[in-house]
């Protein structure tokens, strides 16, 4: 008698723990098909602002190791507010000009011929030693007449400043240079080195040392204020 009350109550419980185990069961498939059918389905919200765009979404929990019901945010454009354009301050050089003003003026005074469209080198060799670009230029418009047409010595030579030295130049007193640039530079140079470095910076105080003739100043000081004036 007892033991047959045992197994009945055995049953009975064995009973409530299969229709416990079938009713989660059937949740799992309620939830999983449930799952399934909102997966299939994309939901996407746009949220727009000038600079930015989101596209969100249900991803399939199923396929990926998120957790069930995890909602992630997907990046999907961004524009980007343009930059701003970059200004470079303004740099003057000499007389309120930059360097490219400078140049450009030089240039509308070197003629067409050999030193022509040498603005640039000579203000940048000027500026870069401390000599009076102006009167670099009236000293090679004067030595070389290359206002109009220039010298033997600098179109066979590339002496720009009427300098001596070595190399010579076919044989003479007069230096030569491999090229045009070149004979810029050391007209420069020379300036720098002979005249500008020993506080000679003036046609006045250049003049005695740099030529014989009395009305060579003169000349060089007309060059410089018709440059100063183009």
Known sequence: MIKAKIISAVMSVVGISMIAI?????SDLEVTQSLKSATNKVNVINM???????????EDTLNTSAPVGEVKVQEVSMEQAPQAEYIPPRVEVYEGM?????????????GTGL????????ANKCIELGVDPYVAVAIML???????GCSSLARSCN?????????SCNG??????????????GHIENLHKRYYSKGLNTV??????????????GKINWYVEQIRAS
């Open 172 to 185: 003479g007193a007069y230096k030569a240079y491999a090229t045009i640039d070149d004979g810029i530079v």
């Open 22 to 26: 079938a009713v989660i069961i059937d």
């Open 98 to 110: 930059t360097m490219e003003e400078l140049a450009a003026k030089l240039d509308r005074n070197l």
């Open 204 to 217: 006045e105080t250049i003049a005695p040392k740099y030529a014989q003739s009395r009305a060579w100043p």
């Open 142 to 148: 004067h030595e070389t007449g290359c206002k109009s």
């Open 115 to 122: 030193i022509g469209g040498k603005g640039s080198l000579i």
């Open 48 to 58: 727009s602002s000038s600079n930015r765009v989101v596209e969100t979404k249900i």
């Open 159 to 167: 002496n720009v400043g009427g300098q001596k030295g070595s190399p």
